[in-house]
């Protein structure tokens, strides 16, 4: 047999991310050959996914950023089993590098993600080997796109919370950029003005308001005239233009907005939380 040094061990985990031991026992498995022992440590990632294949993987980290030019940003979702992983720098660092594949070939598709090559390997192929190195189920379940003249991100400490949001001109100032995105964060608004909501959630909110006013015993002739009140409650509070800003609540972000420049945008965000 092969004698394995610590050298070709170390050599073969800076290769693959596996443990020392795993790195060992596959470098004897394959005779000292390295290739095999690359393609050994890959099938031990497939089978410790096989197995934890029923697990939840609900854990995890969000991550978003931007190209160069912020005019395209990119937001993924890296699954795991345990907080302790999610925490983990080699976890961390491993779903940075596929964010800035995401960013540097702005695939289309979580599919698309997935299929591009890191490090001489798909990107699935990657997240299936690192479960062999982890030993925990991770799965890429997530990725959103945004493009837009400026696009500012935010990502909340902790990794598991992250939004990004596009404007209508570049060079917005960093500040009013920020604000806006960690008010995207924080108030989870479900679209830029009350003009973008959906036909279908307006109706459903109108008649969520006509069912509680007859709860309380209102008379059916004025049920529409409070659900078009408890509507309107509905887009100050859920859509981004008009919910009161987070820093100021005497004023709304429509006029945060035009107070620092009246011709300023927001074309679109994307958020994200892992948290409830």
């Not at 160069?68 to 992983?85: H, P, R, S, W, Y």
């Not at 837009?148 to 598991?160: D, E, F, L, V």
């Amino acid at each position: 047999m092969e004698t394995i040094t610590a050298a070709d061990v170390n050599k073969l985990r800076k290769i693959t991310g596996a443990g020392m031991m795993d790195c060992k026992k596959a470098l004897q498995e394959a005779d000292g050959d390295f290739d095999k022992a690359i393609e050994i440590i890959r099938k031990k990632g497939q089978a410790v996914a096989n197995k934890r294949a029923d697990r939840e993987a609900s854990e995890g980290v969000v991550l978003t950023g931007t190209d160069d030019e912020k005019n395209f940003g990119a937001m993924i979702v890296l699954n795991c089993e345990t907080d302790f992983v999610a925490k983990n720098e080699q976890f961390v660092a491993f779903a940075g590098k596929i964010l800035a594949t995401a960013l540097q070939n702005k695939p289309a598709t979580l599919e698309d993600l997935k299929a591009l090559t890191l490090d001489g390997k798909t990107i699935g192929d990657q997240v299936v080997e690192q479960i062999g190195v982890i030993g925990e189920k991770l799965d890429l379940s997530w990725y959103q796109t945004l493009e837009a003249a400026y696009i500012q991100t935010y990502i909340h400490p902790g990794n598991k919370l992250a939004s990004m949001v596009g404007f209508s001109k570049d060079g917005v100032e960093l500040q009013v950029a920020k604000d806006i995105a960690m008010q995207v964060a924080a108030m989870n608004p479900i679209a830029v003005d009350k003009d973008d909501v959906s036909s279908e959630v307006i109706e459903k909110e109108k008649e969520i308001g006509r069912e509680q006013a007859r709860r309380e015993g209102k008379p059916e002739q004025i049920l529409d005239k409070i659900a078009e009140g408890k509507l309107q409650k509905f887009f100050k509070e859920s859509t981004l233009l008009n919910q009161d800003f987070i820093k100021d609540s005497k004023m709304n972000i429509r006029t945060y907005l035009k107070n620092y420049d009246p011709e300023l945008k927001v074309t679109g965000f994307v958020r994200f939380s892992l948290t409830v």
